[in-house]
C-alpha cells in the first residue's frame, strides 16, 4: 500500500516479526531514507488482545505521524520547551496546520 505523506510517496509493509529483524524490539517503524513504514502483523496468541487490527492501525498512525514529522523537516528538532511538548506552540501550530493531510493518509492507510 502507498500513501502520499506531504508530497512524498511512502510505502506501507505488515510483516511478521520472523520475517524482519527490525520488529522484535518494536511494533512498527519508519524509514524515512526509504520511505517505508512498517508495522507488524499481530498474530493471535494466548496472551494477546482480541481486536489485532485496532492495535496495529493504531501502530500505523504513530507511523504515520514519524513521516509527518520527518517530512517536515522536524526531525532534528530534538530540544524541547521546558514547558513539554504538550505546551510547545510550534509543535501545536504544525498539528493545527497540517491535521487535514493527517487524517488523509490515515484514510489512505485505512487505519481511521
Request: hydrophobic share 30%; proline share 4%; with cysteine.
Amino acid at each position: 500500500m502507498k500513501i502520499n505523506i506531504l508530497g512524498t510517496e511512502y510505502t506501507i509493509e505488515r510483516r511478521k516479526q520472523s520475517e524482519d529483524p527490525k520488529l522484535k524490539d518494536y511494533d512498527g517503524y519508519c524509514d524515512p531514507s526509504v520511505k517505508r513504514i512498517v508495522v507488524e502483523s499481530k498474530e493471535e496468541g494466548p496472551n494477546s488482545i482480541e481486536n489485532l487490527r485496532q492495535c496495529e492501525d493504531e501502530i500505523l498512525r504513530h507511523e504515520i505521524v514519524h513521516a509527518f514529522l520527518v517530512e517536515s523537516g522536524l526531525q532534528d528538532n530534538t530540544h524541547v520547551c521546558s514547558k513539554g511538548w504538550a505546551r510547545n506552540e510550534e509543535l501545536v501550530d504544525w498539528i493545527a496546520l497540517q491535521a487535514p493531510k493527517l487524517f488523509k493518509a490515515f484514510q489512505e492507510g485505512n487505519c481511521l
